[in-house]
């Protein structure tokens, strides 16, 4: 055993969480397990769920409120066998093609799904974040989803007559989940649209964070409140600059919408996924040669103008 | 000015809105409509997204729930926890948008299904968070073309509840609220109090003949059917320089 790798030594002397996307994912992901990609419309790991698909990972299950493209794309490439989700579609474009076939066709394998509703998603992942053996929620009463989802129930409340629709704790083997910017330990910023990311990363056991940039402890420590999670919570950090292309990232660059209603046009038929598939995940090594092949033009047309907050001020106590 | 049916539905819908409503905003026609009404008599609308921004004021349209134009600018910005629990279920939203792939003769919407669900035709996107909006915001307003398919006399999936059926009292099952309007390209539709679909305005040079052949049940008309009101030149010309410049909603 070498000196690195002994048990002791690695309570001494902490590696770094800063690793390489494909030795996170090898060593966070596992066949069989459940998987979260977080993010609503903003921040979608797409880089992780390309590493995950040219890994060949199969018998997945994908958990997330919003599956979108990237759910898409790892369902036709076949790494899944169950989804459970609240709302899937191609955000402001139409259908989730790929899901559709799986679903509808069993094509190219039959997937399971397990459906609630985004509160009822978010609530979920919140009992699972918060050790909680169930959350209730005002919905699901007069919905036909509860006759098909065994783990929707009600209960009567212990201070009332009331009965009150539940959701179950949801916990993820595993949590990719992204934000601007994060440091070495895995404190990290995000701005904008946070979604679900804060809830999806406490619940699940394993999590990945993926960031834009790398940035100092002292910048996090700067503006607290900016925080969305803390070291504790992470075991991986990536750092992957355009990582959530096509989807964007506040401030760093926008939605690529170009590629949303390409994906419409390339989802009609599983032979054309194939084929975008080995172009663009299974023929390029990383997010590097993937955005190489994806050309400066490109991202500069996604670039933003700037508009910075206002900086508050801490105190200094 | 000539205009379109989507036009008219923009502004029909706009005109539903009150000034200090708090409207959780859809993409599409229900954006335009809530733009719309902010310019001209609702100018403290507050407008809010299911992806958790509060007092959006998009300087551009939005692509989608998400898009980053939504979060700029905006007065606040939630996780879909705090804006699902504080702001929808703690009763914060005065107004929802919904539409679906169906709607019933109770305002019942399905966006999950057509078909069995265990074998779907059909598998549409699911409920999102349209079962949430149609439980608990105070009212709310359908949008949908008027046709025969997409308005059956029961939805082949209660995704998001409207009156259920002519038995069942929204209340007693803990929802607030329920459908206040139906905004068609042909006619625009109230509920009577038994939570039945009724129509109250036929748009312009729309027949009741052409709204029956449409619907998929005997629909019933107000004793005092009114015409709806044409857009005004100003409006559509904010709609179209402003609000929808490449038409990307007007087609």
Redesign the interface.
Known sequence: MALYECPLWSVLYPMSKVTTMASAISDAVNDGDSLYLAGFTHLIPFAAGHEIIRAGYSDLELVRATPDLVYDQLIAAGCVSKVTFSWAGNPGVGSLRAFRRAVEAGVPNPIETEEYTHYGMVAALHAGAANLPFMPVRTFAGSDLVDHNDAIRTVSSPYGDDEIPVVPPIEPDVAIVSAQRGDEDGNAHLWGIPGEQKEAALAADTVVCCVEELCSTETIRSDPNRTLFTADAVDHVVEVPYGAHPSYAQGYYDRDNEAYLEWEEVSKSHEDVQAWLDEWVYGVENRREYLEKLGAKRLLDLEVDSRYATAIDMGDY | MEYTDTELMVTAAAEQLEDDDSVLVG?GVPNLACNLAKRNHAPNLEMIY????IGSNPSSL???????V????AVG?????NG??YY??GGRIDVGFLGGAQVDKYGNINS?VIGD??D?????????????IA??AHRTIIISPLEQRRFPEEVD?????GY?DAE?D?AD???RGGPDAVITDKAIMGFDDDGEMIVERLHPGVTEADVRAATGWEIQFADDVERTRAPTDDELRLIREELDPDGVYLD
């Open positions: 993409i299911e992806s958790g921004t939005p692509l989608s729930v998400g898009d980053p939504l979060a700029s600018g910005v939630e996780s879909m926890l699902f629990s929808l279920q999950t669900y265990d779907p035709a059909v598998r549409l996107p699911g409920s999102g968070g349209a079962c949430e439980s608990n999936f209660v995704t998001s509840p259920l069942t929204r099952l803990g929802l």
